[in-house]
């Protein structure tokens, strides 16, 4: 029986870690675990067969790191295919006798997508489809993407296994014990996204235990009704006698795993630390439990990469700001033809204080290379502000080109009843997971009567359902024509909300500004309509949220008609403008000094012009020192102080940083003229045998904005030469970086080895894998859970 059908018919059991078991039986440390497939396949199949004989279900292959960007590491990048056949060929050998199935391990790729890193979409999307394409050749029964921390990683992996041929596919996250990933991701968004690239199952493994975990599998369960795989790690590692060990045994992971069959999940396994003995107990306690049925209602959800806004029929009204739209707006007109972002970066950051629940994004100015211009504004906005975008364009191309850079589930903006429209955009909705506005109007243009534009809605909804996208994410425009030239129109347009709600089930929008063209006084005419449309009504209003007479027609309206229920968002609004004490997720700083504007600068990312400031700011008679202590150290501190609250996440972090280099980058000729502090000199490290380095990097930019000299190593790097580098640059830190418990042991050897020299520097330790009572275990000066902790742990050992 077939993945997709077991799934849903039984409490599956998946295997445990692979790594560990590999190393107990000689896998050398920093040798390619992956190699063993061809060098060692009786190891690889011993160790199948024991999960098998403990009562797994699933078993995955050896193939975590199995793709080329990884493989390089190791020299072996042309060994790809190879290497995934044969680890799920020794996989199926192992598991038919069994009659279990087997599920492609794939990791991620190391490496962020922009607009965090330099990696494009094409780039990790040739990268996954490759490694797909190879299991799905050696017939694997399920492809699991496993440890993944960023939604758009994870984006470009299922596009590509979808492409790699019709194989079941599992999504499973890491979360932290914030309950999100580390680039920010919530377990609701997470599911949004995933679902409807046509996962099979969305799951969670690695990072924490089993207890850590209870309020994101109680969330996943609670946001979609897909099957939920659950792979905790046995504990956090601890170090005994020189060991690494976790904590938890096969009972306490069989209690939780119960326990998460009772909030809804079906597939349960572990992940580091695991054993087939945890295996065994798990599976003897969830065996001969029922599913627990999930069938909820959500409606139209999009979602950015932190936040998910739903639209439901009988949920509240949402905005979706128009003012990222260049028609009528030369200045706009102008920074898109410039190639600059500063007033769609300034405009974003207002809709969203003002209210906005969602930001159409259009970039339609004649001459202008479309493509290039919006993937610069999806990039600019999307790591600025947290909610999801609207794409708006008639063009395919320009449209593809945002769904690709954007890190979340989009809504698309729009398509018609016309046939070409049809052709293009529902195709590009469905591999890209969007939801869609459509249009009533087709070949004949708009329809002048609500029965009208209601066939045409009717026919595009038959089209959707036959690409494979759900009724729900169709949302229909009912189209509002200019009053003063076609008065009865408006009727008609208020008709067919009801019709499009009644007869189809659909939500609906407006651009409400459309109906007051040519008349005076244009703002009473949009408020006095958008009332009239929620009464019939209107699910989403594309408006101007920095019109405060809209917003409150759109909050009391939400209140009259129903759909506000006891107020509660109303009052809770209400009592913010009254200063009840509501502090706006971002907040847009004044900006009118030269310092002010840098200070924003750093607050929002934005790299892009940073330079420009800083030589206005010089040019208006500013030392540079002056920029350093009074703006961009001051807005680099502040972003960690939102960081820390959980205001910010890790993409704006990062781009705060990179703000933060180009400032020291332009700075560095004045700066080299005078008596430029440095706080000490950090040798920077990932341990011998990890090929991980994403959070290191991001270190190594923090600390350099913060004054320290970075000596950065890189990856799987031998503690012999990390000692030699520290004594060469009298280094003040030693920094090591370890995401695999399988490497981790390196640092207490690493720490002993300094002592033995006689160093005076100091060693601090972090990385998913390590924990503060680890760090303290082995001797380290000082441990910190993220980039933010650790700069000021080493600002305190150099004090």
């Known amino acids: 029986m077939s993945f997709r059908a077991r799934v849903k018919e039984e409490i599956l059991v998946i295997d445990g870690a692979m790594g560990t078991l590999l190393q107990q039986r000689g896998l050398p440390a920093g040798w390619c675990p992956e190699e063993w497939n061809v060098s060692h396949p009786e190891v690889i199949k011993e160790v199948h067969k024991l999960y098998l004989k403990a009562g797994a279900d699933i078993i995955t292959t050896n193939t975590f790191g199995a793709i080329g960007s990884k493989l390089a590491d190791y020299g072996l990048q042309e060994r790809v295919k190879e290497l995934n056949h044969a680890a799920v060929t020794l996989a199926k050998e192992a598991a038919k006798p069994y009659g279990a199935l087997v599920a492609g391990s794939i990791g991620p790729l190391g490496k962020f997508l922009r607009p965090l890193g330099e990696m494009s979409f094409d780039e990790a999307y040739q990268l996954f489809f490759e490694q797909c394409r190879a299991m799905v050749e050696a017939e694997v029964d399920l492809i699991l993407f496993e440890t993944f921390g960023d939604i758009g990683e994870m984006r470009a992996a299922l596009i590509a296994a979808a492409d790699a041929g019709n194989v079941p596919v599992v999504a499973s996250f890491t979360f932290d014990e914030s309950g999100r990933t580390f680039t920010g991701t919530d377990p609701e968004t997470a599911a949004v996204v995933v679902e409807r690239l046509g996962v099979s199952a969305i799951g969670v493994n690695c990072s924490v235990g089993p207890r850590q975990l209870t309020g994101v599998v109680q969330k996943l369960t609670q946001s979609t009704n897909l099957p939920i795989l659950v792979s905790p790690n046995a504990g956090m590692p601890e170090m005994v006698e020189g060991r690494t060990i976790f904590r938890e045994t096969p009972e306490l992971m069989a209690d939780y795993a119960k326990q998460f069959v009772a909030y809804g999940a079906s597939i349960l396994g572990g992940c580091c630390g695991t054993t087939p003995e945890h295996i065994k107990a798990i599976g003897q306690a969830v065996k001969g439990l029922t599913i627990k049925p999930r069938n909820k209602f959500f409606g139209l959800r999009v979602a950015s990469r932190v936040k998910t806004v739903a639209i439901h029929p009988a949920g509240l009204p949402v905005a979706i700001g128009e003012r990222l739209n260049p028609t009528g707006k030369k200045a706009l ?317 890790l993409p704006q972090l990062m781009m705060a940083g990179e703000t933060m280099t180009k400032s020291f980058e332009r700075l560095k000729p004045e700066l080299a003229q005078g008596t430029a502090r440095k706080l000490g000199t950090v040798v920077l490290a990932t341990v011998k045998g990890d090929i991980h380095d994403i959070g290191k990097n991001i270190l190594g930019v923090m600390l350099a904005n913060h004054g320290f000299e970075v000596i950065d190593l890189g990856k799987n790097v031998d503690n012999q030469v990390i000692l030699q580098t520290a004594v060469e640059h009298r280094a003040d830190i030693i920094a090591l970086s370890a995401l695999m418990t399988t490497t981790m042991v390196h640092m207490p050897d690493c720490i002993a080895k300094v002592k033995e020299a006689g160093l005076t520097c100091k060693v601090m330790v972090g990385g998913a894998a390590v924990t503060e009572q680890y760090a303290r275990e082995i001797g380290a000066d000082g441990y910190a859970v993220d980039a933010v902790e650790a700069v000021a742990l080493a600002k305190k050992l150099v004090s």
């Open 333 to 649: 007109q102008a920074e898109i033809r410039e190639g600059k972002t500063e007033i769609t970066r300034r405009d974003a950051l207002a809709q969203v204080e003002a209210g906005a629940a969602i930001l159409d994004v259009n970039v339609g100015v004649g001459g202008v290379d479309q493509v290039a211009a919006m993937e610069r504004a999806v990039n600019a906005v999307q790591v600025l502000v947290d909610a999801p975008l609207c794409i708006d364009s008639t063009d395919p191309l320009v449209i593809e080109q945002a769904l690709k850079n954007y890190h979340g589930k989009a809504l698309i903006n729009s398509v018609n009843g016309e046939a070409n429209s049809l052709k293009t955009i529902l195709p590009l909705a469905k591999r890209y997971g969007a939801a869609l506005i459509g249009l009533t109007l087709d070949d004949q243009g708009i329809p002048p009567t609500a029965e009208e534009r209601l066939a045409v809605a009717r026919k595009m909804l038959q089209q959707v359902e036959e690409t494979g996208i759900p009724k729900h994410d169709l949302m229909i425009d009912t189209l509002v024509l200019t009053v003063s030239a076609q008065p009865e129109g408006v009727p008609e347009t208020l008709k067919a909300i009801r019709y499009i709600k009644q007869e189809l089930g659909l939500t609906t929008s407006l651009g409400v500004s459309n109906v007051s063209f040519g008349l005076p006084n244009r703002g009473l005419i949009n408020t006095a309509f958008l009332a009239m449309a929620l009464e019939a009504g209107l699910d989403a209003a594309i408006l101007n949220p920095q019109d405060q007479r809209m917003m409150e027609t759109l909050r009391a309206g939400a209140v009259l008609t129903g759909r506000d229920v006891r107020a509660e968002h109303y009052i809770a609004q209400e009592q913010a403008n009254q200063g009840g004490g509501y502090t706006p997720q971002v907040q847009e700083v004044k900006a009118n000094t030269p310092l002010e504007v840098l200070y924003q600068a750093v607050l929002s990312g934005d790299k892009d012009n940073v330079v420009d400031y800083i030589n206005k700011a010089l040019d208006s008679g500013l030392s540079p020192m002056e920029l350093l202590d009074k703006a961009l150290i001051p807005g680099i501190e502040e972003v960690g102080r939102r960081y820390g609250a959980g205001i910010y996440f």
